[in-house]
């Protein structure tokens, strides 16, 4: 466990425009060297967030600190932070190696000592020989590179990424990602990423926060936000999820096993949480690549239902299927296809559904 103070707390923040209250409360620690995403919804507050730590906009209360000092007073260009903005924000009229020391040119830092760092930073972003292009001839890659190189140029104890990636083709996103996490743990440079993909959220960060309505609804790791959200929120808009209301109808202590009755019959599962009764009602959580689908009906295991095939769609590595249970639709993501062949609409099929299943309770 990490005893060292956060290099960056959140306290209270709070933030209103008119009438319309945007951020409700929002208090967090980041580790020194940690990678933490802000991830929701368009209009959850994430972007506002990332702009109050960066002094970009004002806060209405509440306290940023930074390495043990409260800076929310301070303008952007005294907070040692650095942002790069989703457009990157990088002047037309200059050169790469222009742009990359331009802070560096402003804090007066003598010529030759500018190029030195230019030509460390290229390096450092892999944009060697590339210092005297002009942006206008730069890849987007290169372009939110060279962001990158700018924004890390005066050695910040904070690194912002206002959604870096959105303004590049799915391919390039998936290559800058990992450029992004590897370059952030080489610096070991305390990071905050904003992005409404949950995917690329779940893919670069050490914590995840999840953000809703100007409130966090979780921080945890990824594999904690994903198999175990703390709400019904959470799991659907943290990848694709079946959700089957229930009612529990036994929990044994000894063997760490419940029985639910659900609409699609009675299901087994071990014992997450012990504190739920026989009788409550839950909710369960049973995402679509943890279901089994066969033509033939297994001889063994708990949870095997009948179903009938409603749609399938052939994405190559994957298959998805709607099947339905008397009358319940269910999401079955199938890997490697190839094995078993596609499963025809209205073909009859058996699903096996895991007993690790998260399980929600519900509000009185």
């Not at 944009?127 to 140029?153: N, W, Y």
Request: aromatic letters at 6%; charged letters at 25%; hydrophobic letters at 40%.
């Amino acid at each position: 466990m990490n005893t060292n103070p956060p290099m960056l707390i959140l306290y209270d923040i709070r933030k209103s425009y008119d009438r319309l209250e945007v951020l409700k409360g929002i208090s967090l620690g980041v580790q020194k060297g940690e990678l933490v995403t802000f991830v929701g919804p368009s209009g959850c507050g994430k972007t506002t967030l990332l702009r109050i730590i960066g002094g970009f906009t004002p806060l209405d209360s509440g306290e940023v600190i930074l390495d043990e000092q409260r800076i929310d007073h301070l303008p952007p260009n005294l907070r040692d932070t650095r942002i790069c903005f989703q457009n990157y924000a990088l002047f037309p009229h200059m050169t790469v190696a222009e742009n990359i020391g331009y802070g560096l040119k402003i804090k007066k830092w003598k010529k030759a000592k500018i190029r030195e760092r230019v030509e460390e930073l290229l390096k450092l972003v892999k944009l060697e020989g590339l210092g005297e292009r002009m942006i206008d001839k730069l890849s987007g890659g290169q372009q939110q590179r060279v962001a990158l190189a700018r924004a890390l140029s005066l050695e910040p104890k904070v690194l912002l990424l206002d959604e870096p990636l959105s303004n590049l083709d799915a391919n390039l996103r998936l290559t800058m990602r990992g450029e992004i996490r590897k370059l952030q743990e080489r610096l070991k440079i305390t990071t905050i990423f904003v992005t409404h993909d949950q995917f690329e959220a779940m893919s670069i960060s050490d914590r995840i926060v999840v953000l809703h309505e100007g409130r966090i609804q979780q921080i945890g790791s990824p594999v904690e936000i994903y198999e175990r959200p703390t709400n019904e929120f959470i799991a659907s808009f943290v990848g694709y999820v079946n959700f089957l209301d229930g009612t529990v109808k036994m929990v044994d202590i000894g063997f760490e096993k419940v029985i639910a009755s659900t609409p699609i019959g009675e299901i087994n599962f071990l014992l997450e949480r012990k504190d739920i009764d026989v009788g409550e009602r839950v909710k369960l959580v049973v995402r679509p690549e943890t279901i089994n689908i066969s033509r033939s009906e297994p001889m063994t295991g708990n949870n095997v239902f009948q179903a009938e095939v409603e749609i399938g769609m052939y994405v190559g590595s994957l298959a998805k299927y709607t099947v339905l249970v008397k009358g319940e639709k269910i999401i079955i993501d199938q890997s490697n296809p190839r094995e078993t062949g596609l499963f025809k609409t209205k073909e009859k099929v058996y699903l096996s559904i895991p007993q690790n299943i998260h399980l929600l309770k519900m509000k009185s």
